[in-house]
């Protein structure tokens, strides 16, 4: 049972450096274009930080496979930031339709 206590130990660990990340990355924010400064620094830091942190767990264990793997797949993760962003932009209320009704009434 002993084992617990490491991984509780990486668990405060992964978060903590995940968090770092997510702080710095909010002052990273200035620096960023106006229309960016929205808390998007806070969110790129955070999954920046899980990769470091993730890499990290995995060079602990002296699997670098792991360890690279792991913080490459977090940085491609990134690229679902601008999906959400472009899938935030949606009114989900409003009906969606392939082809508009009214466009016939526009002309």
Known sequence: M???VDFIIFGIVDNAVMIAGAILGLSWERFMPKQ???GLGGVL???IGNAI???MGGAITAS???????AIGCIIGLLWI???LQLKK???KKPM?????NWWDKK
């Open 64 to 70: 670098w496979g792991l360890a690279f793997g792991t």
């Open 36 to 38: 960016l400064q929205n």
């Open 2 to 4: 002993h084992w617990i």
């Open 82 to 84: 601008p999906i959400f």
């Open 53 to 55: 942190s993730d890499f």
């Open 45 to 47: 830091g955070a999954g």
């Open 97 to 101: 339709t392939v082809f508009d009704p």
């Open 90 to 92: 949606i009114d989900w």
